[in-house]
């Protein structure tokens, strides 16, 4: 069993920044993949960025050179930090664990389905 608990959305401009965080706890959180979702609304839960449990990183190529998706294992953190933020990327942000398919990671058609540990999600707003 794997708890996820996210923190650190909220309102910017457009270009500016913000880091998300999310806590993870449970006795095999290790051996997981950790990921980045998002969903706006009236559109499908996308995903944003994927980091394995050995350090490689996978990103949407919507957001590939401004978000970066890492972890401080010592403290069973995961981050997202996003900058040139864009209004189109409003949206609630989700922090999910699991062991998805490496094809899936390597092809990028991961799906919420890939991932069954969710939190509770985090709202970031992007204003022009």
């Known amino acids: 069993q794997v708890r996820v608990v996210e923190s650190g959305g909220g309102s910017v401009q457009s270009g500016g920044s913000l880091r998300l965080s999310c806590a993870a706890s449970g006795n095999t959180y290790s051996k997981y993949c950790m990921g980045w979702f998002r969903q706006a609304p009236g559109k499908e839960r996308e995903a944003v960025a994927i980091i394995k449990s050995d350090g490689p990183t996978f990103y949407a190529h919507s957001v590939k050179g401004r978000f970066t998706i890492s972890q401080d294992n010592a403290e069973n953190t995961l981050y997202l930090h996003l900058n040139s933020l864009k209004p189109e990327d409003t949206a609630v942000y989700y922090c999910?664990?699991?062991?998805?398919?490496?094809?899936?990671?390597?092809?990028?058609?991961?799906?919420?389905?890939?991932?069954?540990?969710w939190g509770q999600g985090t709202q970031v707003t992007v204003s022009s």
């Open positions: 999910a664990a699991d062991i998805p398919p490496m094809r899936h990671i390597l092809n990028w058609f991961v799906s919420p389905g890939d991932f069954g540990y």
